[in-house]
């Protein structure tokens, strides 16, 4: 099937031609003919399988059939900031030749080119909760004329405990209306919610969580943490001038690969919840303009990444939940391009390889033609708990010697006032 013939207007068949989309992907030859028909949609589809077009060509379709009245005709909340620009960047791109406008708000920004984009009439409005809500309680949001409404990245939303505003989102929606909810895994917590949303949803399920696109290889390297950071090198030594994103489990530990990369004269840098949201903006612009090689990433700040053609996805740390490898190398291998995952694994997360290798049922490619194999031994239990108790130590020591640090501080300001 082409796009040509799934009944798409011809002002959005003219940007898809733009872009050299002529097929759609699984979920989209599902889903766009059942939206275009105003039902409800319940989809499970992973990232990277073209879900943002599914939904949002025929919410464009459907403002520039009906017309009337510059007002919010079509809401879709997402969690993170990233994936709602990533989206509004989207349908700007699909209606580009139509006359139907769209903005963008989330939170960590000053809410002043926000409103004036509002104020200035806007018919397809992507919100992260926390704004959205703010700005409906400062009275410039006003859903009473909304006939769509879609709920993207359901699963993590719940994650980042987002219940409670979703439940006052779905409050201020009118009953009369189409919803579309979205999930990458529908656990009963995500079925239960989508029952309060949807009525009578068509469910539509492509590449579910466990699998992995068939265009990524996948490839481990064992190897030891003491010389992860030498591993690293000299596989960013091998692909050469290929860009790279990078996962890293910790923002803290994403800072310091970067600084490391640096060092090494590897452009680099680090994105994650401690960073302002300009200074994210500003390096995931860059790496889109390849003016950054490596990004190293958390997973909650790489929601919403959307790199074309990116090649190279490398776990510095594995992930200890399984489902999170699949959404990680997602992020290449996108839209039927060939794509590479590269885990670095220590012995203490061999286990975790174990568990995504049961979840994806496929065993990983082993690279054993590194100069940094793995030596050591995964520590016992007991030896773990040891360890355990030694950080606690010296986590309580630190700050029993900070307190009284405060304390003399304290005591010689006030023999200063005396």
Do not use: W
């Not at 990458?184 to 590449?207: D, F, G, H, Q």
């Not at 190279?312 to 594995?318: A, K, L, P, S, T």
């Not at 010697?401 to 023999?415: F, I, V």
């Amino acid at each position: 099937m082409k796009f040509e013939n799934m009944n798409i207007i011809e002002p959005v068949l003219k940007a898809l031609k733009d872009k050299n989309y002529t097929e759609p992907t699984s979920i989209q030859s599902k889903a766009i003919p059942i939206i275009l028909n105003g039902k409800d949609v319940l989809g499970s589809a992973q990232t990277g399988t073209g879900k943002t077009a599914a939904f949002a060509i025929p919410i464009i379709q459907h403002i520039y059939n009906t017309g009337g009245k510059v007002k919010i005709k079509a809401l879709i909340v997402t969690p993170t900031r990233e994936l709602a620009i990533q989206i509004d960047d989207n349908i700007r791109e699909y209606g580009k030749y139509t006359r139907v406008k769209h903005t963008v708000i989330f939170g960590g920004v000053k809410q002043g080119k926000q409103v004036d984009k509002l104020n200035s009439g806007v018919h397809i409005l992507t919100a992260t909760p926390g704004r959205l809500l703010d700005l409906i309680n400062q009275g410039f949001i006003k859903l009473n004329e909304l006939d769509i409404f879609v709920l993207d990245e359901a699963d993590r939303m719940l994650d980042m405990g987002f219940i409670h505003d979703i439940r006052k989102i779905i409050k201020l929606l009118p009953y009369k209306r189409q919803s579309l909810f979205f999930s990458a895994t529908m656990p009963r917590n995500i079925v239960e919610l989508s029952s309060k949303i949807l009525k009578n949803p068509v469910k539509i399920e492509v590449n579910p969580v466990s699998s992995t696109a068939e265009t990524i290889q996948q490839y481990v390297y064992f190897t030891n943490k003491s010389t992860k950071k030498d591993l690293l090198l000299h596989i960013l030594q091998n692909i050469e001038n290929e860009q790279v994103l990078l996962f890293s489990r910790t923002k803290h530990g994403a800072d310091k690969i970067a600084r490391n990369l640096k060092k090494h004269k590897i452009n680099s840098a680090a994105i994650h919840g401690d960073k302002a949201q300009n200074n994210r903006q500003k390096v995931l612009k860059q790496f889109k303009a390849g003016e950054i090689r490596v990004l190293v990433a958390t997973d909650i700040a790489a929601r919403g990444i959307d790199i074309q053609k990116l090649k190279y996805v490398i776990n510095y740390d594995i992930p200890n939940v399984a489902e999170d490898y699949v959404h990680r190398i997602g992020r290449s291998g996108r839209a039927g391009e060939a794509g590479n995952s590269i885990s670095l694994c220590e012995p203490e997360e061999n286990i975790y390889i174990r568990d995504i290798e049961k979840l994806i049922k496929l065993k990983i490619n082993v690279v054993n033609n590194h100069p940094f194999l793995q030596t050591d031994k995964p520590m016992t239990q007991a030896e773990k708990k040891e360890v355990e108790k030694e950080k606690q130590r010296r986590k309580q020591e630190f700050f029993a010697n900070r307190k009284k640090k405060q304390g003399n501080s304290q005591t010689q300001n006030n023999r200063r006032r005396r």
